[in-house]
Nanobody, 122 residues
Framework: QLQASGGGLVRTGDSLRLSCAAS????????MGWFREAKGKNREFVAA????????LYAPSVRGRFTTSRDNAKNTVYLQMNSLKYEDTAVYYC?????????????????WGQGTLVTVSS
């Protein structure tokens, strides 16, 4: 089970850190991903981290502003979001997959957490 938290209301340019805590099983060997779903839009890929954290993948829209990291000892993954923009407003989801490689599609992920809402005011 995955539990995302840390969302909230912030202003343009602010930073926010999301957390995703896993329980019930270990996700050390899984790729952990972040997705987001804005109102009226499809869920889209944001970032992913390999099981060891050494390989990361980012959507072009967030590259350079967002950073994903993980602490396997805590079974937790993070998404540090800096220089937030209005268009970053969405519900953010964490997910896990046993697949490897460029896992940037929702269908590639096996486990999903509930979302946490991030609202960026302009």
């Amino acid at each position: 089970q995955l539990q995302a938290s840390g969302g909230g209301l912030v202003r343009t340019g602010d930073s926010l850190r999301l957390s995703c805590a896993a329980s019930g099983r270990r996700f050390d060997s899984y790729v952990m991903g972040w997705f987001r779903e804005a109102k009226g839009k499809n869920r889209e890929f944001v970032a992913a981290s390999s099981w060891h954290g050494g390989e990361k993948l980012y959507a072009p829209s967030v590259r350079g502003r967002f950073t994903t990291s993980r602490d396997n000892a805590k079974n937790t993954v993070y998404l540090q979001m800096n220089s937030l923009k209005y268009e970053d407003t969405a519900v953010y989801y964490c997910a896990a997959t046993s697949r490897s490689g460029r896992v940037s599609y929702t269908g590639q992920y096996d486990y999903w957490g509930q979302g946490t809402l991030v609202t960026v005011s302009s």
